[in-house]
């Protein structure tokens, strides 16, 4: 692998050009927000202008823009499942009063659920996931008789199991793939785990095989993030054999991931770590017997809050508990001496601090542009930004607000983007009986994308972890029930496990869905 030519691609593509070396360079955007003086502000979804959506959605070759207006959207005025269009770079959103945890609502209608199992979690803002989701499994932390652990249950709630090991609560929790049984998880001490799932081929019973388990290091913080490569030749792969991937890197597409504690982030190379622990022939490590496995990347005495692989590996994004984001190159094969290179620093929400960073990615698209797009989140997510990473512009603004200024609770949002395609973002509120629904528009051609559709949905108790792993558009009012996708979320009572139909006039989701409650 040609690293400088990996380099300079990258500098192409971001439109550095060489220099002397120098300290990269920190932006800061601040976006404007609701003027009340401008005649042309609009309120809620003015449909006079809905062809800014049909063309952007239609992905046709007159591109078109949303306004730089700002538009403000009281949900009291719109019903349960409405569809909403968003026509400007400037979006409010009010919540609706019935989602309050102190309306008597009885939820949405369009969401249908029942009890598969119940535990009391506690209602808090988490950093990471307390649930993950595939094709066959969905797994999720809880604390059993004799500790910390995650029980994973097949899709059909045919077997589960424990998965032990932890000594404090979970802080993240992944699955590499949805069609994979690779689960990655780490505990608030930084114990970080990657098991196997497969059943048993005698009793069908599921069986949680230990794949590697690394110590904590010798300090470290509670809050901890996993984030695996979303790598595009999965897409390509009916069924995925995970220990041949892990085994065999000259056949497959490296096995990466990045993990973070502290001011700290490691890329691991997954295959390297694999091929240590069949020559050892033991799975618990120290950090200091796998150096040849993983890359770090200090943010400089600041915490990070959150990181993004790009879908190729090349690029990692990391923001910190300050008002940074950072972008790294680094080799995907993690093979090399070579020192990850700092590529840009910007400040996205100005001086507050960064809650969110996720990458908008279509990964399915026949392409070798990645990393194109960018959102970030602020004050628990209560901000929302779409960047693009050619100019650094920010292209939308996205503002949660509570019902009333007399509300006592903020939003606190729990995100979730649609995988491999990034058309689809899920938002929920765990202060508020709320899932929230975005379409999105990517457009890597004119170097564009929005959020341009919303429809929310009241629940019966506010979620505080989310997930979902694919979704099918139907156009116009289709009623196949073959085309379905899966979300996951969680509230803190009960277990769930339903089908839920959004439908509207511009195109329906079917989705088979597993939550997790809050009373």
């Known amino acids: 692998m040609d690293f400088n030519f990996i380099s300079n691609n990258l500098k192409e593509m971001l439109k550095i050009t060489p220099a002397e070396p120098t300290a990269p360079q920190v932006m800061e955007e601040v976006a404007p927000g609701p003027s009340s003086s401008d005649p042309n502000q609009q309120a809620d979804g003015d449909e006079k202008t809905a062809d800014v959506v049909d063309v952007l959605a239609g992905g046709d070759n007159n ?42 609502s009885k939820g949405s209608s369009k969401i249908k659920n029942a009890t598969v199992t119940k535990f009391e979690w506690e209602r808090k803002y988490q950093m990471g996931n307390l649930l993950s989701l595939t094709n066959k499994y969905f797994s999720y932390a ?24 932890m000594t404090n609560t979970v802080a993240d929790m992944s699955f590499y793939d949805p069609k994979s049984s690779l689960l990655a998880v780490v505990d608030c001490d930084c114990n970080f785990f990657v098991f196997c799932l497969k059943n048993d081929v005698f009793t069908s019973e599921a069986i949680g095989d230990l794949i590697l388990h690394i110590k904590p290091p010798t300090t470290s913080t509670s809050n901890h993030r996993i984030n695996w490569i979303a790598n595009p030749d999965l897409n390509k792969m009916d069924q995925i054999d995970d220990i ?28 390297t770590a694999y091929s240590t622990r069949e020559k050892m022939g033991r799975c618990v490590f120290n950090r200091d017997e796998l150096k040849t496995a993983f890359t770090t990347i200090d943010n400089e005495d600041v915490l990070v809050s959150d990181c993004e692989l790009s879908p190729n590996g090349s690029v990692l994004a990391l923001s910190g508990f300050d008002d940074k984001v950072k972008c790294w190159q680094v080799d995907p094969q993690t093979e090399t001496e070579t020192e990850p290179e ?54 939308q603004t996205i503002q949660f607000d509570p019902s009333s200024e ?4 903020l939003p606190e949002l729990k995100i979730a ?5 990034s058309e689809f973002l ?49 156009n116009g009012k289709s009623k196949n029930k073959k085309n379905k996708s899966r979300n996951v979320h969680l509230h803190n009572d009960e277990w769930n496990n339903g089908e839920q139909r959004i439908d509207s006039d511009g195109f329906s989701i079917s989705s088979d869905s597993v939550s997790l409650v809050s009373s």
């Open 63 to 104: 591109h078109v823009a949303p306004t730089n207006d700002s538009q403000i959207i009281d949900l009291a005025t719109h019903a349960d499942g409405s569809f909403i269009h968003l026509l400007n770079r400037n979006i409010v959103i009010k919540a609706s009063p019935q989602t309050e945890t102190t309306s008597e």
């Open 142 to 165: 809880i604390k059993g008789i004799n500790g910390f652990c995650v029980r994973v249950m097949t899709k059909d709630n045919s077997t589960r199991l424990l998965l032990k090991g």
């Open 244 to 271: 041949g991937l892990l085994s065999n890197s000259e056949l497959y597409p490296p096995v990466l991931l990045v993990l973070t504690y502290g001011t700290y982030a490691e890329i691991w190379n997954l295959n």
């Open 342 to 395: 700092e590529l840009h620093c910007w400040k996205p929400h100005g001086d507050v601090q960064v809650s969110a960073l996720k990458f908008l990615d279509n990964s399915t698209n026949d392409t070798d542009v990645f990393w194109r797009f960018v959102m970030t989140g602020c004050n628990k997510n209560r901000e929302l930004k779409i960047w693009c990473t050619v100019t650094w512009n920010c292209l």
């Open 406 to 409: 007399l509300c006592e609770n």
């Open 417 to 421: 983007v649609s995988s491999p395609t």
């Open 426 to 474: 899920l938002v929920s509120d765990i202060q508020r009986n709320v899932l929230y629904a975005f379409r999105t528009v990517l457009n890597t051609e004119h170097e564009y994308a929005a959020f341009v559709t919303l429809s929310y949905y009241q629940l019966t108790a506010p979620i505080i972890s989310l997930d979902f792993i694919s979704t099918i558009v139907q």
